[in-house]
């Protein structure tokens, strides 16, 4: 910035020089253009190398978070000796494109101060052979403050291509930063809206991750009244998890609208629909802060509504048997849960204060049979006071408390209707499939058959 100020400065230098003698000003401004052109070449020289080890450096580090996560898993199965070679081979790589940058830079640096000195050798020179000509304008005293005048109004040059790098790293950033925001469209503003009761329209919707144009979920509409509950179940990467993000507004959608009581979700302020809506994703993580404050979202914690949420999964008596009960802390230095533990908790926070729209992920991943019960009546619970469910689902305890179900696979809506109805054409189709692989086992002739032939 100090150098940017300066600049306006050195104008005025240049105009001395140039009263004083048009060839000193001449050679400031060779001076200046070779100043110019040592920052070009050292922004072309270094930025390649820099930009790499910027990459790699982020890619070490997102590495090292990794293993940090599954530091269990690695301590136990002895991986630990391979986990530190592949950080140290990325490690390395970050360190050698360093290395390699910083060395162009300090040469180009070098050059820079050689012009400088020189430059100002040179305007004394200049100046005195001047003076013998009587060529200069002020006499012997100009000569000195023409070289004076050069160093300085070359200074905020050498400053600024010191600092070209750290201008470099900020633009980079900025790009960063912009290639992620927009990968996000903007929400519009929207004028407030009354609180949802759970109507849920999906409108032949295709969707994918934001920023990419590649399509994970394609054609896929249903509905949902209020009170019902909706089971989505398909293999691994079918879509799932695709569409528990889109009907809580988190991903917007490449064509078709997610819409709860006809307004887009996704448009919809996040503040206002926010308290009306549960979620449950599912890579479960607390916050810090206590139980009492994750379950109630980190608003004002009302008593009744957590021990409520906390009595529904059927975690309210372990809470009660913990030294600080529900002021127990958790989070990265908190108390320690279990896997199954950690999710109730995350269900509680989902069905505080009666959501009227809940989409629970996955939710019993992690539970045992009993938790499979409370979870169950959990839902048989609040869908009793008219809240809408959707439940990604592996299991088919979940199925027991449906209404309806939805079949994905590859991203495709297979099937979608009442559950019953659901369950009896893919058994259908199972049975159909069994026997024709039956008949195609037993119309193939044993290779020993064969042979006697």
């Known amino acids: 910035v100090g150098a940017v100020m300066e600049a306006p400065i050195s104008l005025v230098f240049m105009v001395i020089l140039f009263l004083a003698s048009p060839l000193l000003g001449w050679a400031a401004v060779a001076g200046a253009v070779v100043q110019v052109g040592l920052a070009w070449l050292n922004e072309r020289s270094t930025n390649p ?3 790499e080890a ?3 450096a982020i890619a070490a580090q997102q590495y090292a978070d990794g293993s940090l996560r599954n530091a269990e898993v690695i301590e136990a199965m002895g991986m630990l000796q391979h986990i530190h070679q592949r950080w140290m081979d990325k490690q390395h790589a970050f360190l050698q494109l360093q290395a390699q940058a910083s060395d162009k830079a300090g040469g180009f640096q070098a050059g820079t101060k050689f012009v400088q000195t020189t430059m100002g050798s040179l305007l004394l020179g200049l100046g005195a052979w001047l003076v013998l000509d009587n060529a200069l304008a002020g006499g012997p005293g100009m000569m000195i403050v023409a070289s004076v005048l050069g160093g300085r109004m070359l200074a905020p ?5 010191s600092q070209w790098r750290a201008v470099v790293n900020v633009r980079d950033a900025w790009r960063r930063l912009d290639q992620l925001l927009t990968q996000l469209p903007e929400r519009p503003p929207a004028m407030p809206l009354p609180a949802p009761r759970g109507l849920l329209n999906v ?4 969707a994918g991750a934001p920023g990419s144009n590649a399509p994970i979920l394609r054609g896929v509409a249903f509905a949902l009244q209020p009170g019902e509950v909706l089971a989505v179940v398909g293999p691994s990467a079918s879509g799932k998890t695709t569409l528990a993000r889109l009907l809580v507004g988190l991903w917007p959608c490449i064509s078709g609208k997610v819409r709860l009581d006809g307004a887009d979700v996704f448009a919809w ?3 206002e629909l926010g308290p009306h809506l549960g979620y449950l994703p599912q890579g479960v993580e607390l916050l810090e802060g206590t139980l009492a404050e994750n379950i109630a979202r980190f608003g004002e914690v009302d008593v009744d509504k957590v021990h409520e949420a906390a009595r529904l999964v059927g975690l309210h008596e372990f809470i009660l048997s913990l030294p600080q009960g529900y002021d127990s802390p958790v989070g990265r230095d908190g108390a320690i849960l279990s896997g199954g533990q950690r999710q109730r908790v995350a269900l509680a926070r989902a069905l505080y204060s009666d959501p009227v729209f809940v989409v629970l992920d996955e939710p019993n991943s992690s539970l045992d049979e009993a938790g499979d019960a409370a979870l169950a009546h959990a839902i048989s619970q609040l869908k009793a006071r008219g809240t809408s469910f959707v439940v ?3 299991r088919t305890s979940v199925l027991a408390v449906a209404d309806k179900m939805l079949v994905l696979r590859d991203g495709v809506q297979q099937a979608f209707g009442p559950r019953d109805q659901v369950l009896a054409a893919l058994n259908q189709a199972a049975a159909q499939a069994a026997q024709q692989a039956q008949g195609e086992k037993v119309s193939t002739p044993a290779p020993a058959m064969v042979a006697a032939r």
Request: hydrophobic share 45%; net charge neutral; aromatic share 0%.
């Open 269 to 271: 302020d996040k503040l």
């Open 49 to 51: 190398p820099l930009t």
């Open 392 to 394: 990604m689902t592996h």
């Open 203 to 206: 409108e032949n919707v295709i």
């Open 54 to 56: 910027n990459r790699s």
């Open 157 to 161: 040059l050498v400053q600024m291509v």
